[in-house]
Nanobody
Framework: QVRLQESGPGLVKPSQALSLTCTIS??????????WTWIRQSPGKGLEWMGVIRYDGRTYYTPSLKSRISISKDTSKNQFSLNLITATPEDTAVYYCARGVTGWGDLNDYWGQGTQVTVSS
């Protein structure tokens, strides 16, 4: 069974980096059949797709975050990570990692439970 679990600090100070890790079980990066995505939901707003990393390391980011975001993977640990620099209170959200099926246009079929991150001094 595929499981994804987000981890990282729940509180980040403004101007610091927001860093989260997603640990995957029941699946690996070694197949082109899947992609790996970060998504967030801010209070009172809808889901925001942040970016994706493919099995070969290629990354794609939403334009509004492109100057601040990076997604990387550690194949040996079966993890992928999100790094968002110069966080602001507007980055306060529940952050989700998810698997996408490339043959379905990266439709996300498995999600982590989500982790709350608050950006505040």
């Amino acid at each position: 069974q595929v499981r994804l679990q987000e981890s990282g600090p729940g509180l980040v100070k403004p101007s610091q980096a927001l860093s989260l890790t997603c640990t995957i079980s029941g699946a690996t990066f070694t197949t082109s059949a899947y992609s790996w995505t970060w998504i967030r939901q801010s209070p009172g707003k809808g889901l925001e797709w942040m970016g994706v990393i493919r099995y070969d390391g290629r990354t794609y980011y939403t334009p509004s975050l492109k100057s601040r975001i990076s997604i990387s993977k550690d194949t040996s640990k079966n993890q992928f990570s999100l790094n968002l620099i110069t966080a602001t209170p507007e980055d306060t959200a529940v952050y989700y990692c998810a698997r996408g099926v490339t043959g379905w246009g990266d439709l996300n079929d498995y999600w982590g439970q989500g982790t709350q991150v608050t950006v505040s001094s």
